[in-house]
């Protein structure tokens, strides 16, 4: 057996097919045994009831005409096209007259129906004798004649093996049918098999780039390629994610650790108690900082992983954000700011309030902190309503906005615009929002709020949840 040969025993596809037809052959087998044996029993049942019929009109016949009337109707019914067996025997058995040449010795020694097939000899027939096989049944007369009455059985011996053989045939054909189709849809099946194997092999070996082949017909083949397909491709993400996360703690946490040394290293060299203390609450608020963000990334791992998403039920967004309009309202007031809302009632999401509470706080946080300008009237608009098929919420400033081309930046971790450095924050804060719109299947908008560029364009960020319920 060579090793092309052992590569395709080793197939599942291979062993499949194999089982397959195996078993198909034996149903098939099984299929023909039972259909001749239905067959035979059928024909057999049918050959007694018309024997039985006409042994009981020959007795009939017999009883009220004798045996010339018997004879006359015998002679008739045996020179009619396909007749049955008609012999008349006398008590040793001889045959005196009927329409075969001789049957099997002892036939008439008992009557009733024959408990076997018997063999007999037609007349006239040329060259070796062929014997025939019949059934039948032997009644005595009162004269002690032999009557016989039977019933050829070639033709159900030749319908056993028509079925026999259309059956075989038709399995024949089938098997090769099966032959054909694996080797033009088995075969198929194993080469994309192989080309996802080499696929695969070179994902393991390294080359997250690679993507199973889809070939577009839309069947499993496809439809688990897709899958996994887009399984990579997340983890490629996740993978980016996580070597941003790690250069960005590595550059940006750098700054605030080394302040927390500098002022522990003060606080030790202090020998005046409130200067020491005062360095103390500084290392604490540092602390707190850092605390702060590593619980926003956290928080941000835990949303793109889905591991919250068992969470969610059906909430009152517009709730929500009355909500947390009311509770940031005296923080924009001390900063300057007037917060407006136009939130249109009775606007519900599927999500978990908690999360979705989390990113209005954090755009409202951010609206706060770079809304004000330099002049004009500082002001924080919160809306909440139904736009086509989506639901948005929106929180619109009139600050200095954001350039076009920096806005797929500032969604990523850490990433700080040099504007906005003088101000507290860790950077996290909208990639956190776009998490957790991602999460509940929406997306996170940034646009001017004033987009004629008049003035002070301002910062509209939208938070769209798709295909909401009103």
């Known amino acids: 057996m060579n090793a092309r040969a052992k590569l395709l025993l080793k197939s599942a596809a291979v062993r499949l097919s194999a089982l397959y037809i195996a078993l198909f052959a034996l149903c098939a087998a099984l299929l023909v045994i039972y259909v001749t044996a239905l067959s035979e029993q059928i024909l057999y049942v049918q050959t007694r009831d018309t024997l039985k019929e006409e042994v009981e009109e020959i007795e009939t016949a017999f009883q009220r005409g004798g045996v010339n009337r018997l004879l006359s109707m015998m002679e008739r019914r045996a020179s009619q096209p396909g007749a049955n067996l008609y012999v008349i025997a006398g008590p040793n058995g001889e045959i005196l007259a009927g329409n075969v040449a001789s049957v099997e010795p002892g036939l008439f020694d008992h009557e009733g129906w024959t408990d076997h097939p018997f063999r007999y000899e037609r007349y006239n027939e040329s060259g070796d004798v062929q014997r025939h096989i019949a059934a039948g049944h032997v009644f005595f007369l009162d004269n002690k004649l032999r009557v016989l009455v039977g019933r050829d059985l070639g033709e159900p011996s030749k319908l056993r093996l028509l079925v026999r053989q259309a059956l075989m045939v038709a399995l024949a054909i089938m098997g090769l049918g099966a032959v054909i189709i694996w080797f033009a849809i088995g075969r198929s099946a194993l080469k994309r098999i192989d080309r996802v194997s080499a696929a695969s092999q070179k994902i393991m070996a390294g080359d997250l780039a690679q993507r199973l082949p889809v070939s577009g017909s839309g069947d499993e083949f496809d439809r688990l390629s897709s899958s996994l397909n887009e399984m990579l491709g997340r983890i490629v993400k996740l993978n980016e994610g996580l070597r941003q996360v790690s250069d960005s703690i590595a550059h940006d946490l750098k700054t605030p650790l080394t302040r927390l040394r500098n002022k522990a290293a003060e606080a030790l060299a202090e020998d005046d108690e409130t200067a020491r203390r005062a360095a103390l609450e500084g290392i604490i608020a540092e602390s707190d900082q850092l605390i702060r963000t590593f619980n926003a990334l956290l928080m941000i791992s835990r949303v793109e992983a889905g591991s919250i998403a068992a969470e969610f039920s059906d909430i009152d967004l517009s709730a929500i954000a009355a909500d947390s309009a009311e509770l940031y309202e005296p923080v924009a007031e001390e900063a300057g700011l007037v917060l407006k809302t136009e939130i249109a009632p009775g606007l519900s999401v599927r999500g978990n309030r908690e999360l979705i509470g989390q990113a209005l706080f954090n755009l409202l946080d951010n609206a706060i902190k ?82 004629d560029g008049g003035g002070a364009r301002g910062l509209t960020a939208s938070m769209v949840f798709p295909g909401q319920k009103g």
Do not use: W
Request: glycine residues 14%; charged residues 25%.
């Open 370 to 451: 770079y809304g004000a300008t330099a002049e004009g009237e500082h002001k924080i608009t919160v809306t909440v309503a139904k736009v086509g098929g989506a639901l948005q919420v929106t929180v619109a400033d009139n600050g200095p906005g954001i350039d076009s081309d920096k806005r797929c930046d500032v969604v990523k971790r850490f990433v700080r615009l040099d504007a906005s450095r003088s101000k507290p924050g860790t950077g996290l804060g909208l990639s956190l929002v776009e998490a957790i719109m991602a999460l509940h299947g929406g997306r996170l908008e940034l646009s001017d709020t004033t987009p």
